[in-house]
């Protein structure tokens, strides 16, 4: 018998050390088949998030000036072109209000008005002949043409399908420099805006020393991935590729605006690339090493869960002794309980004095045939639950019968004592009343006996208050009689 139990146990413990050698060999083989191109997409991924932030605080700077210069031609429509002190108003508080360095308000022939609410000619600059078609567009200017600053211009026309007028908002270009931090990666990053065709329209650094002809894409070597860039740009998409000048060598990193079909890119110097996965790489060792650690701990959790699990298995076993002993209908002691309690009691205490009850309700039969079997319920399970509540914990209190009832009191101490506790029991029905909604005062014949003055064991004991009850009866109901007492 003991060798079957040892071969059970063993069996208990070989399953889960089995089970978790497979998982450790698993675990083992993913770790070194995945970590490397695990770091490598970690690295790539940390690039594309920070390059889309920048292109999307970059588009959402330009989309919010756009949508105030929106509003105010809005205004403007709505009035007569003739008031001009009213444009120029809002003219100035557009430029004051947004990352606009500069609004003017234009017609086709070159004839404007700023935000200083001066008269300025854009007769002589090269994008005049841009601004005619009706349409609201953005425009990249190498050159103002009034402050010699590079600038992204928003232009608005004022009217419907035949403007006279145009609104334009200068965005200043070195405002995207601004936007990049300084220390995101290594001193040879590099942050520009550029188009499809690869064209650098604008940047953080001098890239016309690193890039012949300010165009990225004549630093890819195969035509076919510069045709993927582009497909993939014409569909909004951004993505990583490599580019590399006669020197050094990039991963770029482009990201939409959602401008035009301008991007956000940035260049990594491969080396740097490369080192920060060698630092993921050994971050996933010290992981690799929490593992083993993690292994011996889960040991110990096993361990740890077999004790617990005999823990809760003897206070599962607790439980169902408990409501083996446990009485449905009233939740008290049932008889099996409630005699062997009180026996194990006496037999610890066989010198000190106890009081026993028993009690049936009166006339019981008829209220299960006036009132019914389900209120008859109730009544036993009203008076089980207050009569629970009325004594000690430690005393032992349990339904023997359909509608009889015993309570047994421990350590009595004295005679007085015992009266004191008798008009106590009497005293609870007399104010005992039954039922949610219907009211009824049920009353008990209760018979009592004094151990070890009446008996000296258990079913004597029970045989003397159980003729103490029939005397209560004989009484006529409603009464307490105590075991030897005639008055």
């Known amino acids: 018998m003991r060798d079957k139990h040892t071969r059970r146990a063993a069996i208990q413990w070989m399953i889960p050390t089995v089970i978790l050698l497979g998982v450790i060999i698993a675990m083992f083989v993913n770790f070194f088949t995945t970590s490397s191109e695990a770091a490598k997409t970690q690295v790539e991924r940390n690039f594309t998030m920070v390059v889309g932030e920048y292109a999307s605080k970059f588009g959402e700077q330009l989309t919010s000036m756009q949508k105030a210069g929106k509003t105010v031609t809005a205004v403007i429509r709505q009035h007569s072109e003739k008031e001009l002190g009213l444009a120029e108003e809002l003219v100035e508080a557009l430029c004051q209000e947004t990352d606009a360095y500069m609004v003017i308000m234009t017609n086709f022939d070159g004839r404007g008005i700023n935000q200083d609410r001066e008269w300025v000619s854009l007769y002589d600059v090269d994008y005049l002949n841009q601004l005619g078609d009706g349409n609201e567009k953005f425009l990249y200017l190498e050159n103002d043409g009034l402050t010699g600053k590079s600038a992204f211009l928003s232009v608005l026309p004022i009217g419907k399908k035949e403007a006279k007028a145009v609104l334009l908002l200068y965005y200043p270009a070195e405002a995207f420099r601004n936007l990049i931090r300084k220390g995101d990666f290594d001193g040879n990053a590099f942050y520009v805006i550029t188009d499809m065709s690869g064209e650098i329209i604008e940047g953080n650094m001098a890239t016309e020393t690193i890039f012949e002809g300010d165009n990225l894409w004549a630093c890819v070597s195969d035509e076919k991935e510069v045709k993927r860039i582009q497909n993939r740009m014409a569909n909004g998409n951004g993505g990583i590729t490599n580019i590399a000048d006669s020197t050094m060598s990039y991963r770029l990193i482009y990201s939409p605006v959602g401008i035009n079909d301008w991007y956000v890119a940035m260049g990594v110097n491969q080396e740097y690339a490369d080192r920060l996965q060698g630092q993921v790489w050994n971050n996933t060792k010290v ?201």
């Open 287 to 487: 992981m690799f090493y929490k593992l083993i650690i993690a292994v011996f701990v889960f040991l110990g959790v096993i361990l740890i869960l077999n004790i617990v699990g005999k823990i809760r298995s003897h206070e599962e076993n607790r439980d169902l002794a408990d409501k083996a002993d446990t009485d449905l209908l009233t939740g008290l002691n049932n008889k099996l309980a409630t005699e062997r309690k009180i026996k194990e009691y006496i037999s610890v205490h066989p010198d000190e004095q106890a009081l026993m009850f028993v009690l049936d309700i009166d006339n019981f039969k008829k209220i299960n045939d006036t009132m019914g079997h389900a209120f008859g319920d109730e009544v036993i399970r009203t008076l089980g639950r207050q009569i629970r509540g009325e004594f000690r914990v430690s005393d032992v209190i349990g339904r023997i019968g359909g509608d009889e009832f015993m309570i047994f009191l421990k350590n009595i101490k004295d005679d007085a004592l015992v009266e004191q506790e008798a008009g106590r029991v009497a005293k609870f029905f007399a104010n005992f009343q039954a039922g949610e909604y219907v009211k009824y005062s049920a009353t008990a014949s209760i018979g009592a006996a004094v151990y070890p003055r009446d008996a000296k064991d258990f079913e004597s004991l029970y045989k003397a208050a159980d003729k103490a009850l029939y005397k209560a009866k004989e009484r006529g109901k409603n009464q307490l009689a105590f075991y030897g007492d005639d008055k």
